[in-house]
């Protein structure tokens, strides 16, 4: 811009901003305070497992402002109407790949093939189109552990972040890291074809770098594949990760399908050991004192069937049962990555509490899982994951109270993101 034209755009933002701030002096402050009182027939503390009835949550902007029974409504508030629903914070799914869709028919079985296939730019289109339906179904927060597409979903993050596009607050994974090959089995002639999916790291220097290229490239979490080929990741390997790791304040989430893999993440001391169905009770305790979260992934029949898996819900369902008795801490997550004709992401993402009604997990500890245990692991639990005052606005609604009965999940209502209405299906839905 030439320096006259410069000078003259200058003077007309001044008188500009002289004008809007007349204009905004002249306006009620409730104008601009956006506040939103949100009625709640029954409000759910999914920390205690306890219920209180007939209060009001004040929303101011992106976050809530007060909480309780007796609260005046300020004149000017937005009123939303809860009063016959039950309210409560908004869920989590701490196994996403929303920058994935694995369809049968492209690559029967084998995901490998649909890297191949699906560009980039699919990819991030995928994750835009998973987040949304994610988050109408209520879940506000979620973790990507990779598969995404040459960091498509540090795009996606951004453009959530931005208020580009709806989606859940996500902490992404970049790309996944993991010994020769990852999760494929690749031919010598065609060995580049495994990368970037993944960043093959065997030695301290590669891993070291893959974290680095990680960070630098928008990860929030870092992911390990310790255990898909017969080289698997030590003790001391994961060690190493979970400390370079920490120099950059991340955390470590590892993929862990054998007996043995699992066994070296939960005595090296990961943030969370995603899958490890091959647990015994030694290493699900072993797990346990060593602080180390089991995000298990326990497929539905439907999406036993979907990926391929025979026999696999059974195993994962008895694993659950016995990580719920020995005691370790849990948190939701899915691993949803299928299609399915008539569904959502986030309703085949839903249906997987099934699989924790199955193993005998209560509708308490099943809602820990998906809150409070999750946020935790996710870091965010000073910011989300509670309705009282100074969190984000992450809210949603049932038509009964999930402490009664954990399938109302599936039938959420009302979902408020960082304070903004996402859902609201009225009177139809909540009853
Ligand atoms: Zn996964």
């Not at 027939?41 to 929303?59: C, E, H, W």
């Not at 093939?113 to 987040?131: M, P």
């Given at each position: ?23 905004v ?6 104008c ?22 007939n209060?009001?949550i ?38 996403t790949h929303?920058?994935i869709?694995?369809r049968?028919e ?33 879940f ?5 552990v ?19 596009v ?6 992404n ?11 494929f089995?690749?031919?010598p ?7 970037p ?20 490239y ?11 080929q ?31 893999g ?19 009770d ?17 497929f ?42 008539g ?59 999930p ?29």
């Amino acid at each position: 811009m030439k320096p006259y034209f410069a000078t003259r755009f200058v003077k007309m933002s001044a008188r500009i901003a002289v004008l809007v701030a007349l204009l905004v002096s002249t306006l009620p402050c409730s104008c601009w305070a956006q506040i939103t009182a949100i009625r709640a027939g029954k409000l759910v503390d999914p920390a205690t497992g306890a219920t209180s009835t007939n209060q009001v949550i004040l929303v101011n902007g992106t976050k809530i402002s007060a909480v309780g029974g007796n609260l005046a409504i300020p004149p000017g508030a937005t009123v939303v109407d809860l009063s016959n629903a039950t309210v409560l914070p908004g869920l989590v799914d701490a196994h996403t790949h929303l920058c994935i869709l694995v369809r049968h028919e492209y690559d029967n079985g084998d995901y490998f093939f649909t890297t191949l296939i699906d560009s980039d730019a699919l990819r991030g289109i995928e994750g835009v189109a998973n987040a949304r339906d994610m988050l109408a179904s209520g879940f506000t927060t979620v973790r990507d552990v990779g598969n995404a597409g040459n960091y498509a979903d540090s795009a996606l993050r951004q453009a959530i972040e931005q208020g580009l596009v709806p989606g859940p607050t996500i902490i992404n994974a970049g790309r996944i890291i993991a010994p020769y090959g990852g999760q494929f089995h690749l031919q010598p002639g065609r060995r580049e074809l495994g990368e970037p999916e993944y960043f093959f790291a065997d030695s301290r220097d590669e891993m070291r770098k893959a974290i680095r290229e990680n960070v630098h490239y928008g990860a929030k979490v870092i992911k390990i594949v310790v255990d898909d080929q017969p080289y698997i990741y030590s003790v001391d390997d994961i060690r190493f990760i979970v400390q370079e790791a920490a120099t950059v304040g991340l955390k470590v989430a590892a993929h862990c399908w054998t007996h043995a893999g699992a066994h070296n993440a939960a005595e090296a001391g990961v943030a969370s050991i995603e899958h490890g169905f091959a647990m015994s009770d030694e290493d699900l305790a072993l797990a346990k004192k060593n602080g180390v979260v089991l995000v298990g992934t326990e497929f539905t029949q439907l999406a036993e069937r979907e990926v391929g898996a025979p026999g696999w819900h059974a195993t994962m369902v008895d694993r659950l049962r016995r990580a719920y008795r020995i005691g370790v801490t849990m948190a939701f997550g899915t691993d949803t990555m299928f299609a399915y004709r008539g569904e959502t992401r986030g309703t085949l993402a839903m249906m997987q509490i099934d699989s924790w009604v199955e193993a005998g997990v209560s509708a308490k500890d099943t809602l820990k899982a998906m809150i409070p245990n999750a946020v935790k692991l996710l870091g965010v639990d000073g910011e989300r994951g509670a309705i009282r005052a100074g969190q984000a606005a992450d809210i949603i609604a049932t038509p009964e109270n999930p402490l009664d009965d954990i399938q109302t999940l599936k039938h959420v209502a009302f979902v408020m993101k960082n304070g903004g209405v996402i859902r609201n299906d009225g009177a139809a839905g909540v009853r």
